[in-house]
């Protein structure tokens, strides 16, 4: 998407309830999103002021707010719903590129995650 400039979220550590195994459905672990925001950052630019801008911050809590409260037991549907809240949050997004991680996920590897990139339909 062409003009689109990119906001970075990078490495959110949320402790959240994922997986499969009894005691994942139980015990929070550590989750990790990664995201990058395709906005156009022009209007925003221009004015200096934050109505013009994707706000990031509300953004990050929805993020947050969904992790906590949701229980989801596969990384593919987390990384899904994550997707649809950014849309939900901020219209002025455009495209988003996200990464979830479950670290410690498999015994010798640091993590194992998923991306996606979606686009407003």
Same mark, same amino acid.
């Given at each position: 998407?062409?003009? @689109?400039?990119?906001?970075?979220?990078?490495? @959110?550590?949320?402790?959240? =309830?994922?997986?499969?195994?009894?005691?994942?459905?139980?015990?929070?672990?550590?989750?990790?999103? /990664?995201?990058?925001?395709?906005?156009?950052?022009?209007?925003?630019?221009?004015?200096? /002021?934050?109505?013009?801008?994707? /706000?990031?911050? $509300?953004?990050?809590?929805? @993020? =947050? /707010?969904? =992790?906590?409260?949701?229980?989801?037991?596969?990384?593919? &549907?987390?990384?899904?719903? @994550?997707?649809?809240?950014?849309?939900? $949050?901020?219209?002025?997004?455009?495209?988003?590129?996200? &990464?979830?991680?479950?670290?410690?996920?498999? &015994?010798?590897?640091?993590?194992?995650?998923?991306? =996606? $990139?979606?686009?407003?339909?």
């Amino acid at each position: 998407m062409p003009g @689109l400039g990119r906001i970075h979220i990078e490495d @959110l550590s949320v402790m959240g =309830i994922i997986g499969i195994k009894p005691d994942e459905r139980v015990v929070r672990q550590e989750i990790l999103v /990664n995201a990058t925001l395709h906005v156009d950052t022009r209007p925003a630019a221009a004015s200096d /002021n934050i109505a013009d801008a994707a /706000n990031y911050r $509300t953004i990050t809590k929805a @993020l =947050i /707010n969904h =992790i906590e409260s949701g229980e989801p037991r596969l990384v593919e &549907r987390l990384v899904e719903e @994550l997707a649809e809240v950014v849309f939900a $949050t901020d219209a002025k997004v455009q495209k988003v590129e996200i &990464r979830v991680d479950k670290p410690g996920a498999l &015994r010798h590897a640091r993590s194992v995650g998923i991306s =996606i $990139t979606r686009s407003r339909v």
